[in-house]
């Protein structure tokens, strides 16, 4: 018998390993971000009675009257707009809203459109589905609980579906003139990155502000408190150059003194 021939053995060489390069993450200076730390955990000083009364006057001297941008027709077309508002703009709530309560402006308007075709209306507005449903159910609360009419207390407006604090803060404020002071993203940032009124949580916040805001103040405290944060004291950066407390300001990071 002939010997067999022999197998050849291949080698396969393994790919040399590629080390990925770390790509270093580009950073704020130091002191910048040991600035921001400060501003978002409370460590700014608390401005003291003279200096929260100084910046209020000059709140108030800049815009005595200060108006919330939702826009509405009466009590019960406010708190429909405010549910809206929730994780959506006031600028978007208003493109839907004129059409909305040009067809329903009470509760028992809004109850006869019904839901598919309120839905239909506020579709350019997120979790509008979530949305349809509270103000159908609230309005159904209003009419067979309150006469058709939007209560005036803080405890019959958390009753009604989708209508937590805040969004009760600002209806017993406009609609009550009640000195409500309704803690949203704005008056957070604000209160929290001044040292005005520090906090973790919005209660926080809106606990400190009552006790720290002059009562002749506390009518209007919020709406100079969120326009100023949508349009001054801005989450990324911050128009310090134009804004009117920035020497009362405690935040280490402002860029003007």
Same mark, same amino acid.
């Given at each position: 018998m002939g010997r067999k021939p022999r197998g050849r053995t291949v080698t396969t060489r393994r790919p040399p390993r590629v080390r990925k390069r770390k790509t270093a993450r580009l950073k704020p200076p130091a002191s910048r971000r040991a600035a921001g730390a400060k501003a978002w955990h409370g460590a700014p000083p608390q401005w003291t009675r003279a200096e929260i009364a100084e910046a209020f006057q000059r709140f108030a001297a800049a815009n005595p009257e200060p108006r919330g941008e939702l826009r509405h027709i009466n009590p019960f !077309?406010?708190?429909v707009a405010v549910v809206l508002s929730a994780q959506a703009t006031d600028a978007g709530v208003n493109k839907a809203t004129p059409a909305l309560f040009a067809v329903a402006d009470t509760p028992e308007k809004m109850i006869a459109l019904g839901e598919a075709k309120l839905r239909e *209306?506020? %579709? !350019?507005i997120g979790l509008y589905? !979530?949305?349809? %449903?509270?103000i159908i159910a609230l309005s159904h609360r209003l009419v067979a609980e309150h006469g058709g009419q939007v209560p005036c207390s803080r405890e019959a407006l958390e009753a009604l579906?989708? @209508?937590?604090?805040?969004?009760?803060? @600002?209806v017993l404020n406009i609609a009550f003139g009640q000195p409500t002071i309704a803690v949203d993203t704005h008056i957070f940032r604000v209160s929290n990155r !001044?040292? *005005?009124?520090?906090? %973790?949580?919005? *209660?926080e916040v809106e606990a400190k502000l009552e006790q720290v805001v002059p009562a002749p103040y506390k009518r209007h405290a919020h709406h100079w408190l969120i326009l100023h944060g949508r349009y001054t004291c801005l989450a990324r950066k911050p *128009?310090?150059?134009r804004c009117i407390i920035a020497d009362l300001c405690k935040w280490p990071g402002k860029t003007v003194t």
């Open positions: !077309t406010l708190l *209306l506020i %579709k !350019t589905r !979530t949305k349809a %449903k509270h579906p989708g @209508v937590g604090r805040k969004t009760a803060n @600002v !001044t040292g *005005l009124a520090t906090g %973790k949580t919005p *209660l *128009l310090c150059e």
